[in-house]
């Protein structure tokens, strides 16, 4: 037991302390410092005076609302209507790698629709032997693989492209979430149909008015892509897809069919909408890059950021972020607070997933000076996340999609975050 009542190491003591013991004095930072009475240790307090909420008080828990800042956000200016609109992930206040459904970015083309399990069909037709319809019920009775992934809009950082624009990695790297799916491989239901030798792509499409219709090739539709009804250990949610979503590991979010209705099975791409006029990359030449299916590695430090300011001035000082790549594992991130000059290896918490987000920290002692902090991903196939001048080098700035790049936040001596470039 501690003796809260001791007089705790001084500020000063403290700070000569961490330069010699280093991180591990961390803890000592939240000590009492005073010996002035803490009327919320000495007096009791209402919440131990009477009993609180019984069990069953809410049969569905919601966060406490001293969370509720911790939400979706929309930027009202980007889309024309909310029905056809994306919001942003708050990832500045979140931790670890999963991220809560409730708070996970949405993002439709005519709005989250509402389809039962009873109306739900799926119909896999095309160049196959035998074309099928699947109940809600007959998809629950295929053995069932699990995967963590991340989802990324390829659309993600998409208003950063022409400069420093948005206050917050909620806005600027928030077309993001990573959960934990329960379904039934795709290949599984491919092969009760019977794919034709000539089949060598599928069409995933939606139950929603747009359809969201995409063309993918018959070898990523048979190796990791999941047939998902389960996320984070519940049914999906309305707006991820309820009852039944396509997970595309390591592929761009727009593939991530929700409501999903049909696969077709051809000998060719569709080329559909949403692969053509819309998630292809308008280069400077102007051709257009088609078929960028995966999502390269990238990472952004989460806190502090422009939303996650430091209040608690020089000292301790927790970096975070998170980092991930379509093509596999985060094998290191380094982290700059000098804009780049500079890189020092940050430590990756936990197991780095394949194609999932991967949580890195740097824990360092903050003189309280200015920094200009970066991260930068690396992956298993040693892709190196590049800056985002270099990125604009080679694609110029009529694109949208595919922004990588590094990420700069302006560190100010009062702990105040902003989003800026570093020429
Ligand atoms: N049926 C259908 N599927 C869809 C969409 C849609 O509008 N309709 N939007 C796509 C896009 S562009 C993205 S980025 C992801 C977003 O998934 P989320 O809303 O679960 O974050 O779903 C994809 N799947
Ligand atoms: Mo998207």
């Known amino acids: 037991m501690t003796d809260a009542s001791k007089k705790g190491p001084s500020r000063r003591g403290f700070l000569s302390g961490m330069a010699a013991g280093g991180a591990a004095m961390a803890a000592g930072a939240v000590r009492a410092q005073t010996q002035a009475p803490d009327p919320l240790i000495t007096e009791v307090q209402p919440w131990a005076s009477e009993f609180g909420d019984p069990v069953d008080a809410v049969p569905y828990g919601m966060p406490i609302r001293f969370e509720s800042h911790v939400v979706r956000r929309n930027v009202e200016w980007l889309t024309e209507s909310a029905e056809s609109s ?210 390269d590695a990238k990472s952004v430090i989460t806190s502090p950021s422009p939303q996650a300011p430091i209040r608690h001035g020089a000292g301790p000082l927790v970096i975070t972020g998170l980092a991930w790549s379509g093509n596999g594992r985060i094998a290191e991130v380094d982290v700059s607070l000098d804009g780049g000059v500079n890189w020092q290896k940050a430590r990756i918490e936990g197991e780095a997933k394949p194609k999932a987000l991967t949580r890195f920290y740097l824990d360092i002692d903050w003189d309280g000076s200015e920094m200009l902090l970066q991260s930068r991903a690396i992956d298993e196939t040693g892709y190196v996340q590049p800056t985002k001048d270099a990125l604009r080098a080679i694609r110029g700035l009529n694109n949208v999609y595919h922004n990588n790049g590094i990420q700069t936040w302006w560190v100010r001596a009062d702990g105040e975050v902003e989003n800026v470039e570093v020429a």
């Open 86 to 295: 994306i919001n942003f992930t708050p990832i500045h206040a979140l931790e670890g790698t999963i991220t809560p459904q409730g708070c996970a970015f949405e993002r439709h083309h005519s709005g989250a629709i509402e389809l039962s399990k009873q109306d739900y069909r799926l119909m896999i037709d095309g160049l196959v032997e035998t074309p099928l319809v699947f109940t809600y019920e007959d998809l629950t009775r295929f053995p069932r693989k699990s995967a963590v992934a991340f989802l990324e809009c390829a659309a993600n950082g998409g208003m950063e492209w022409g400069g420093a624009q948005l206050e917050g990695c909620q806005f600027t790297q928030g077309m993001i979430h990573n959960m934990e799916y329960v379904g039934v491989p795709l290949r599984t239901l491919l092969a009760e149909a019977g794919v034709k030798p000539e089949g060598s792509w599928i069409y995933a499409e939606g139950a929603d008015a747009s359809s969201n219709g995409r063309s993918m090739p018959l070898d990523k539709a048979m190796d990791d892509v999941l047939v998902a009804f389960f996320a984070n250990g519940e049914a999906l949610r309305k707006e991820h897809g309820y009852p039944v979503r396509l997970v595309v590991p390591g592929w761009e979010g727009n593939m991530w069919v929700k409501w999903l209705r049909r696969i077709g099975v051809y000998d060719q791409a569709v080329d559909s909408r949403e692969e053509t006029s819309k998630y292809t990359d308008l280069m400077p030449d102007g051709r257009a890059r088609k078929w960028t299916w995966v999502m």
